[in-house]
Protein backbone atom coordinates (compact mmCIF):
# COMPACT_ATOMS: atom_id res chain seq x y z
CA UNK A 1 0.00 0.00 0.00
CA UNK A 2 1.08 3.01 -0.76
CA UNK A 3 -0.21 7.14 0.55
CA UNK A 4 0.52 10.27 -1.73
CA UNK A 5 0.06 13.01 0.89
CA UNK A 6 -1.00 17.01 -0.04
CA UNK A 7 -1.77 20.00 1.35
CA UNK A 8 -2.43 23.46 0.96
CA UNK A 9 -2.12 26.31 3.67
CA UNK A 10 -0.37 27.37 6.74
CA UNK A 11 2.62 25.92 8.15
CA UNK A 12 0.20 23.64 10.43
CA UNK A 13 -0.93 22.10 7.41
CA UNK A 14 2.68 20.88 6.35
CA UNK A 15 3.38 19.93 9.70
CA UNK A 16 0.52 17.64 9.96
CA UNK A 17 1.37 15.93 6.70
CA UNK A 18 4.86 15.16 8.40
CA UNK A 19 3.12 13.50 11.08
CA UNK A 20 0.70 11.56 8.69
CA UNK A 21 3.83 10.60 6.84
CA UNK A 22 5.14 8.86 9.73
CA UNK A 23 2.33 7.82 11.29
CA UNK A 24 1.53 5.46 7.65
CA UNK A 25 4.80 4.09 7.29
CA UNK A 26 4.62 2.94 11.34
CA UNK A 27 1.89 0.80 9.43
CA UNK A 28 3.32 -0.32 6.68
CA UNK A 29 1.73 2.06 4.53
CA UNK A 30 4.42 3.82 2.50
CA UNK A 31 4.52 7.80 1.34
CA UNK A 32 5.07 8.05 -2.51
CA UNK A 33 5.69 11.29 -4.34
CA UNK A 34 3.34 10.04 -7.42
CA UNK A 35 0.05 10.54 -7.04
CA UNK A 36 -0.75 8.09 -9.94
CA UNK A 37 0.93 4.95 -7.79
CA UNK A 38 -0.95 5.82 -4.74
CA UNK A 39 -3.65 3.65 -3.02
CA UNK A 40 -4.76 6.46 -0.89
CA UNK A 41 -4.53 9.83 -1.21
CA UNK A 42 -4.70 12.02 1.44
CA UNK A 43 -5.25 16.21 0.96
CA UNK A 44 -4.76 18.98 4.02
CA UNK A 45 -7.36 21.47 3.26
CA UNK A 46 -7.33 25.35 3.89
CA UNK A 47 -10.67 27.87 4.18
CA UNK A 48 -8.56 31.03 5.28
CA UNK A 49 -10.16 33.14 2.16
CA UNK A 50 -12.53 32.45 -0.35
CA UNK A 51 -9.81 31.37 -2.81
CA UNK A 52 -7.89 29.09 -0.98
CA UNK A 53 -11.46 26.84 -0.49
CA UNK A 54 -11.39 27.09 -4.22
CA UNK A 55 -8.01 26.32 -4.37
CA UNK A 56 -8.87 23.40 -1.84
CA UNK A 57 -11.51 22.52 -4.33
CA UNK A 58 -9.22 22.04 -7.20
CA UNK A 59 -6.44 20.44 -5.85
CA UNK A 60 -8.60 17.51 -4.31
CA UNK A 61 -10.17 17.55 -8.22
CA UNK A 62 -6.75 17.04 -9.48
CA UNK A 63 -5.63 14.31 -7.12
CA UNK A 64 -9.18 12.25 -8.12
CA UNK A 65 -8.85 12.92 -11.93
CA UNK A 66 -4.79 11.52 -11.85
CA UNK A 67 -5.97 8.79 -10.15
CA UNK A 68 -9.40 7.94 -9.98
CA UNK A 69 -9.01 4.16 -8.05
CA UNK A 70 -7.23 5.80 -5.07
CA UNK A 71 -9.21 6.36 -2.26
CA UNK A 72 -9.43 9.89 -1.80
CA UNK A 73 -9.13 11.71 1.91
CA UNK A 74 -9.73 14.68 3.06
CA UNK A 75 -9.04 16.85 5.87
CA UNK A 76 -8.47 20.57 7.25
CA UNK A 77 -10.31 23.55 7.31
CA UNK A 78 -12.25 23.26 4.20
CA UNK A 79 -13.08 20.02 5.21
CA UNK A 80 -14.21 21.00 8.79
CA UNK A 81 -16.61 23.74 7.37
CA UNK A 82 -18.28 21.71 4.64
CA UNK A 83 -17.34 18.43 5.01
CA UNK A 84 -21.11 17.42 3.41
CA UNK A 85 -20.11 19.45 -0.07
CA UNK A 86 -17.41 17.74 -0.26
CA UNK A 87 -18.14 14.06 0.35
CA UNK A 88 -20.88 14.84 -2.41
CA UNK A 89 -19.56 17.16 -4.85
CA UNK A 90 -15.72 16.14 -5.01
CA UNK A 91 -16.20 12.37 -4.43
CA UNK A 92 -14.54 12.18 -1.60
CA UNK A 93 -14.51 8.66 0.19
CA UNK A 94 -13.70 10.15 4.12
CA UNK A 95 -13.71 12.99 5.66
CA UNK A 96 -11.59 13.54 9.02
CA UNK A 97 -12.39 16.74 10.80
CA UNK A 98 -9.87 18.96 12.57
CA UNK A 99 -10.76 17.44 15.90
CA UNK A 100 -10.01 14.10 14.92
CA UNK A 101 -6.79 14.41 12.70
CA UNK A 102 -4.53 13.44 15.07
CA UNK A 103 -5.86 9.91 14.76
CA UNK A 104 -6.51 10.44 10.90
CA UNK A 105 -3.99 7.07 10.07
CA UNK A 106 -6.19 5.12 12.33
CA UNK A 107 -9.59 6.41 10.92
CA UNK A 108 -8.64 6.17 7.92
CA UNK A 109 -7.39 2.30 8.24
CA UNK A 110 -10.75 1.71 10.06
CA UNK A 111 -13.35 3.33 7.61
CA UNK A 112 -11.63 2.17 4.36
CA UNK A 113 -10.49 -1.41 5.74
CA UNK A 114 -6.73 -0.52 4.79
CA UNK A 115 -4.40 -3.08 5.25
CA UNK A 116 -1.62 -3.18 8.24
CA UNK A 117 1.72 -4.89 7.66
CA UNK A 118 3.23 -4.62 11.30
CA UNK A 119 6.53 -5.90 10.17
CA UNK A 120 7.33 -2.70 7.83
CA UNK A 121 6.28 -0.60 10.63
CA UNK A 122 9.21 -1.66 12.97
CA UNK A 123 11.49 -1.59 10.09
CA UNK A 124 14.93 1.22 10.65
CA UNK A 125 15.01 4.32 8.41
CA UNK A 126 13.45 7.58 7.88
CA UNK A 127 10.21 8.20 8.43
CA UNK A 128 8.42 11.41 7.03
CA UNK A 129 8.73 10.95 3.48
CA UNK A 130 8.23 14.81 3.45
CA UNK A 131 11.19 15.45 5.62
CA UNK A 132 13.70 13.93 3.05
CA UNK A 133 15.61 15.68 0.45
CA UNK A 134 14.28 19.02 2.94
CA UNK A 135 16.40 20.77 5.34
CA UNK A 136 13.32 22.25 7.46
CA UNK A 137 10.71 20.43 8.92
CA UNK A 138 7.30 22.17 10.96
CA UNK A 139 6.45 20.33 14.17
CA UNK A 140 3.29 20.81 15.49
CA UNK A 141 2.68 21.85 18.74
CA UNK A 142 -0.18 23.13 19.28
CA UNK A 143 -4.01 23.31 17.73
CA UNK A 144 -6.63 25.67 18.49
CA UNK A 145 -7.58 29.21 19.47
CA UNK A 146 -9.21 30.99 22.10
CA UNK A 147 -9.71 34.09 20.31
CA UNK A 148 -12.30 35.14 17.88
CA UNK A 149 -11.04 37.42 15.84
CA UNK A 150 -14.14 39.03 13.55
CA UNK A 151 -12.67 37.34 10.44
CA UNK A 152 -11.37 34.13 11.25
CA UNK A 153 -12.68 31.41 10.37
CA UNK A 154 -9.94 28.88 10.97
CA UNK A 155 -10.57 29.20 14.89
CA UNK A 156 -14.21 27.89 14.34
CA UNK A 157 -12.59 25.06 12.28
CA UNK A 158 -9.82 24.50 14.33
CA UNK A 159 -11.97 24.13 17.67
CA UNK A 160 -10.50 24.33 20.88
CA UNK A 161 -6.80 25.03 22.28
CA UNK A 162 -4.90 21.33 22.74
CA UNK A 163 -1.16 21.45 23.41
CA UNK A 164 1.37 18.51 22.60
CA UNK A 165 3.16 17.35 25.42
CA UNK A 166 6.76 19.00 25.88
CA UNK A 167 8.40 15.49 25.98
CA UNK A 168 6.73 14.61 22.31
CA UNK A 169 8.00 17.77 20.64
CA UNK A 170 11.41 16.71 21.72
CA UNK A 171 11.10 13.52 20.68
CA UNK A 172 10.01 14.61 17.18
CA UNK A 173 12.74 16.88 16.90
CA UNK A 174 15.17 14.37 17.82
CA UNK A 175 14.06 11.90 14.99
CA UNK A 176 14.20 14.95 12.34
CA UNK A 177 17.88 15.34 13.30
CA UNK A 178 18.66 12.07 12.85
CA UNK A 179 17.33 11.95 9.43
CA UNK A 180 19.46 15.15 8.36
CA UNK A 181 17.02 17.93 8.82
CA UNK A 182 19.35 20.74 9.91
CA UNK A 183 16.08 23.38 10.86
CA UNK A 184 12.85 22.75 12.72
CA UNK A 185 9.81 25.51 12.89
CA UNK A 186 7.64 25.06 15.95
CA UNK A 187 4.17 25.76 14.55
CA UNK A 188 0.66 26.27 15.90
CA UNK A 189 -2.69 27.54 15.30
CA UNK A 190 -2.44 29.99 18.25
CA UNK A 191 1.59 29.22 18.80
CA UNK A 192 1.64 31.54 21.80
CA UNK A 193 -1.21 29.87 23.68
CA UNK A 194 0.59 26.86 23.90
CA UNK A 195 0.41 25.26 27.49
CA UNK A 196 -2.98 26.83 27.95
CA UNK A 197 -4.58 22.99 28.72
CA UNK A 198 -1.36 21.85 30.26
CA UNK A 199 -0.11 24.66 32.85
CA UNK A 200 2.99 25.07 30.32
CA UNK A 201 3.71 27.98 28.19
CA UNK A 202 5.92 29.10 24.87
CA UNK A 203 8.80 30.01 26.94
CA UNK A 204 9.15 26.53 28.67
CA UNK A 205 8.64 24.75 25.41
CA UNK A 206 11.33 26.63 23.63
CA UNK A 207 13.64 26.34 26.55
CA UNK A 208 13.26 22.82 26.16
CA UNK A 209 13.79 22.30 22.70
CA UNK A 210 17.24 24.38 22.87
CA UNK A 211 18.22 22.30 26.13
CA UNK A 212 17.31 18.99 25.42
CA UNK A 213 17.90 18.83 21.26
CA UNK A 214 20.91 20.15 19.28
CA UNK A 215 19.49 20.41 16.14
CA UNK A 216 21.29 23.64 14.51
CA UNK A 217 18.49 25.89 13.80
CA UNK A 218 14.76 26.52 15.64
CA UNK A 219 12.77 29.05 14.21
CA UNK A 220 9.04 29.93 15.30
CA UNK A 221 5.57 30.17 13.68
CA UNK A 222 3.28 32.99 13.40
CA UNK A 223 3.27 34.64 16.90
CA UNK A 224 0.61 37.07 17.97
CA UNK A 225 1.95 40.14 19.12
CA UNK A 226 0.12 40.39 21.98
CA UNK A 227 1.51 36.49 23.18
CA UNK A 228 5.31 37.37 23.56
CA UNK A 229 5.57 36.04 27.04
CA UNK A 230 7.54 37.38 30.33
CA UNK A 231 11.60 37.49 29.38
CA UNK A 232 10.37 36.18 25.89
CA UNK A 233 13.71 38.19 24.20
CA UNK A 234 16.12 36.29 26.49
CA UNK A 235 15.31 33.07 24.52
CA UNK A 236 17.61 34.75 21.44
CA UNK A 237 20.61 34.72 23.80
CA UNK A 238 20.98 31.17 22.71
CA UNK A 239 22.24 31.38 18.17
CA UNK A 240 20.09 28.15 17.83
CA UNK A 241 16.91 30.38 18.21
CA UNK A 242 16.55 32.36 14.18
CA UNK A 243 16.59 35.72 14.81
CA UNK A 244 13.14 36.32 12.66
CA UNK A 245 9.28 36.72 13.94
CA UNK A 246 6.29 36.58 12.00
CA UNK A 247 3.92 38.66 13.80
CA UNK A 248 0.48 39.36 11.98
CA UNK A 249 -1.00 42.74 12.88
CA UNK A 250 -3.84 42.74 9.58
CA UNK A 251 -4.04 46.81 9.99
CA UNK A 252 -2.34 49.64 11.49
CA UNK A 253 -5.07 51.27 11.89
CA UNK A 254 -6.39 51.19 15.80
CA UNK A 255 -10.20 51.50 14.27
CA UNK A 256 -10.31 48.76 12.30
CA UNK A 257 -7.95 46.77 15.02
CA UNK A 258 -11.09 47.42 17.20
CA UNK A 259 -13.54 45.90 14.24
CA UNK A 260 -11.17 43.01 14.00
CA UNK A 261 -11.35 42.50 18.00
CA UNK A 262 -7.24 42.28 17.56
CA UNK A 263 -5.31 42.46 20.65
CA UNK A 264 -2.63 44.87 20.51
CA UNK A 265 -2.74 48.32 18.89
CA UNK A 266 -0.20 50.20 16.30
CA UNK A 267 1.55 52.00 18.64
CA UNK A 268 1.86 48.98 21.29
CA UNK A 269 3.51 46.83 18.26
CA UNK A 270 6.05 49.42 17.41
CA UNK A 271 7.26 49.61 21.02
CA UNK A 272 7.29 45.65 21.21
CA UNK A 273 9.32 45.70 18.08
CA UNK A 274 11.75 48.44 18.70
CA UNK A 275 12.23 46.63 22.06
CA UNK A 276 13.09 43.23 20.19
CA UNK A 277 15.09 44.65 17.64
CA UNK A 278 17.45 46.58 20.91
CA UNK A 279 17.83 43.11 22.39
CA UNK A 280 18.11 40.99 19.65
CA UNK A 281 20.91 41.45 17.17
CA UNK A 282 19.72 41.40 13.29
CA UNK A 283 15.81 41.03 14.30
CA UNK A 284 13.68 40.66 11.43
CA UNK A 285 10.26 40.84 11.72
CA UNK A 286 7.34 40.12 9.27
CA UNK A 287 3.67 40.66 9.28
CA UNK A 288 0.02 40.18 7.61
CA UNK A 289 -1.99 43.03 6.29
CA UNK A 290 -5.87 42.37 5.49
CA UNK A 291 -6.36 45.25 2.52
CA UNK A 292 -10.52 46.13 2.04
CA UNK A 293 -11.78 45.44 5.61
CA UNK A 294 -15.38 46.00 5.94
CA UNK A 295 -16.10 49.96 6.48
CA UNK A 296 -12.42 50.53 5.88
CA UNK A 297 -11.68 54.47 5.05
CA UNK A 298 -9.00 56.32 3.07
CA UNK A 299 -7.88 57.45 5.89
CA UNK A 300 -7.53 54.25 8.13
CA UNK A 301 -5.61 52.66 4.96
CA UNK A 302 -3.42 55.72 4.87
CA UNK A 303 -2.88 55.32 8.64
CA UNK A 304 -2.14 51.06 7.65
CA UNK A 305 0.68 52.57 5.26
CA UNK A 306 2.12 55.11 7.71
CA UNK A 307 2.56 51.89 10.26
CA UNK A 308 4.11 49.53 7.72
CA UNK A 309 6.84 52.58 6.69
CA UNK A 310 7.77 52.73 10.76
CA UNK A 311 7.89 49.35 11.39
CA UNK A 312 9.92 48.28 8.90
CA UNK A 313 9.12 45.13 7.52
CA UNK A 314 11.23 42.61 6.02
CA UNK A 315 7.99 40.97 4.22
CA UNK A 316 3.98 41.73 4.26
CA UNK A 317 1.51 39.16 3.21
CA UNK A 318 -1.09 40.87 1.76
CA UNK A 319 -5.06 39.91 1.96
CA UNK A 320 -7.94 40.99 0.25
CA UNK A 321 -10.45 40.81 2.75
CA UNK A 322 -12.52 37.93 1.65
CA UNK A 323 -15.78 37.66 3.76
CA UNK A 324 -16.67 33.49 5.21
CA UNK A 325 -19.73 32.63 6.51
CA UNK A 326 -20.26 32.04 9.97
CA UNK A 327 -17.76 35.07 11.00
CA UNK A 328 -18.88 38.52 12.08
CA UNK A 329 -17.06 40.49 9.60
CA UNK A 330 -19.21 38.63 6.81
CA UNK A 331 -22.20 40.78 7.56
CA UNK A 332 -20.16 43.77 8.58
CA UNK A 333 -21.30 47.07 6.50
CA UNK A 334 -19.85 49.32 3.67
CA UNK A 335 -17.95 46.76 2.29
CA UNK A 336 -14.53 47.86 0.30
CA UNK A 337 -15.32 47.41 -3.38
CA UNK A 338 -13.38 44.86 -5.25
CA UNK A 339 -11.09 47.73 -7.72
CA UNK A 340 -10.48 49.78 -4.34
CA UNK A 341 -8.99 46.32 -2.70
CA UNK A 342 -6.85 45.90 -5.66
CA UNK A 343 -5.23 49.29 -5.69
CA UNK A 344 -4.58 49.18 -2.75
CA UNK A 345 -2.69 46.00 -2.57
CA UNK A 346 -1.07 47.70 -5.28
CA UNK A 347 0.10 50.51 -2.98
CA UNK A 348 1.20 48.29 -0.22
CA UNK A 349 3.05 46.03 -2.61
CA UNK A 350 5.04 48.96 -3.96
CA UNK A 351 5.87 49.91 -0.04
CA UNK A 352 7.07 46.65 0.95
CA UNK A 353 9.42 46.08 -1.74
CA UNK A 354 10.65 49.36 -1.80
CA UNK A 355 11.34 48.72 2.31
CA UNK A 356 12.43 45.56 1.32
CA UNK A 357 15.24 46.83 -0.96
CA UNK A 358 16.44 49.21 1.75
CA UNK A 359 16.59 45.86 4.30
CA UNK A 360 18.91 44.11 1.30
CA UNK A 361 21.07 46.82 0.77
CA UNK A 362 21.74 47.49 4.64
CA UNK A 363 23.32 43.45 4.45
CA UNK A 364 26.04 44.64 1.54
CA UNK A 365 29.75 43.96 3.36
CA UNK A 366 28.26 41.31 6.08
CA UNK A 367 28.60 37.44 6.33
CA UNK A 368 25.72 35.27 7.23
CA UNK A 369 25.15 31.81 7.98
CA UNK A 370 22.71 30.33 5.62
CA UNK A 371 21.18 27.14 5.11
CA UNK A 372 21.26 25.81 1.87
CA UNK A 373 18.04 24.52 0.23
CA UNK A 374 18.15 23.90 -3.69
CA UNK A 375 19.74 24.65 -6.66
CA UNK A 376 18.32 26.95 -9.58
CA UNK A 377 19.92 27.44 -12.78
CA UNK A 378 21.09 30.72 -13.96
CA UNK A 379 19.04 33.26 -16.14
CA UNK A 380 22.20 34.61 -18.09
CA UNK A 381 23.28 30.87 -19.09
CA UNK A 382 25.96 31.12 -16.05
CA UNK A 383 26.74 28.26 -13.43
CA UNK A 384 23.79 27.10 -11.38
CA UNK A 385 23.07 29.03 -8.16
CA UNK A 386 22.47 27.93 -5.01
CA UNK A 387 19.79 29.57 -2.30
CA UNK A 388 19.50 29.28 0.92
CA UNK A 389 18.38 31.96 3.92
CA UNK A 390 20.23 33.53 6.62
CA UNK A 391 19.02 33.32 10.18
CA UNK A 392 17.16 36.23 9.95
CA UNK A 393 15.15 34.72 6.97
CA UNK A 394 16.40 36.89 4.60
CA UNK A 395 16.69 34.85 1.06
CA UNK A 396 20.24 34.55 -0.47
CA UNK A 397 21.49 33.57 -4.12
CA UNK A 398 24.62 31.33 -3.37
CA UNK A 399 27.34 31.33 -6.04
CA UNK A 400 30.13 28.22 -5.24
CA UNK A 401 32.88 26.17 -7.04
CA UNK A 402 31.33 24.00 -9.80
CA UNK A 403 30.80 20.59 -9.33
CA UNK A 404 30.22 21.43 -5.29
CA UNK A 405 27.16 19.90 -3.68
CA UNK A 406 25.71 22.44 -0.35
CA UNK A 407 22.11 21.00 -0.40
CA UNK A 408 21.27 21.07 3.42
CA UNK A 409 24.29 22.13 4.18
CA UNK A 410 25.09 25.14 6.39
CA UNK A 411 27.51 27.88 4.87
CA UNK A 412 29.19 30.60 5.98
CA UNK A 413 28.92 33.32 2.92
CA UNK A 414 29.57 36.78 2.06
CA UNK A 415 27.34 39.04 0.95
CA UNK A 416 28.34 41.10 -2.12
CA UNK A 417 25.23 42.42 -3.75
CA UNK A 418 21.46 42.06 -3.91
CA UNK A 419 18.97 40.31 -6.65
CA UNK A 420 16.14 43.85 -7.75
CA UNK A 421 14.05 41.82 -9.20
CA UNK A 422 14.08 38.71 -6.83
CA UNK A 423 14.50 41.01 -3.77
CA UNK A 424 17.09 38.47 -2.89
CA UNK A 425 20.65 38.74 -1.65
CA UNK A 426 23.65 37.50 -3.70
CA UNK A 427 27.01 35.98 -1.42
CA UNK A 428 29.75 34.03 -2.00
CA UNK A 429 31.02 30.63 -0.43
CA UNK A 430 33.48 31.29 2.39
CA UNK A 431 33.23 28.46 4.29
CA UNK A 432 31.30 25.00 5.12
CA UNK A 433 29.96 25.06 8.87
CA UNK A 434 30.05 21.96 10.56
Known amino acids: MRVHLQALGCRLNEAELESWARDFRRQG ?53 SAEAAAEELGVDLVVGNQDKDRLVEIAQRELSLPVMPRLATDPGEMPLLARGRQRAFVKVQDGCRYRCTYCVVTLARGEERSRPVSDVIEEIRSLEQQGVNEVVLAGVH ?149 VQRERSQQLHALVSEQRRQILDEQLGRSYQVLVEDQFESEAGGPAVWRGYTPNFLRVQLTAPEGADLENRLCEVQIEGADPERLELRGTLRALVG
Open 29 to 81: IQPTRDVGEADIVVVNTCAVTQESVRKSRNLVRRAHRANPRAKLVMSGCYAAL
Open 191 to 339: LGGYGSDNGGSLFQLVAAVLAQTTIPRVRLGSLEPWDLPADFWSLFGNPRLMPHLHLPMQSGADSVLRRMSRRCRSGEFLELVEQGRTEVPDLQVTTDIIVGFPGETDEEWQQTLDFVREAGFAHVHIFAFSPREGTKAAVLPQPVPRT
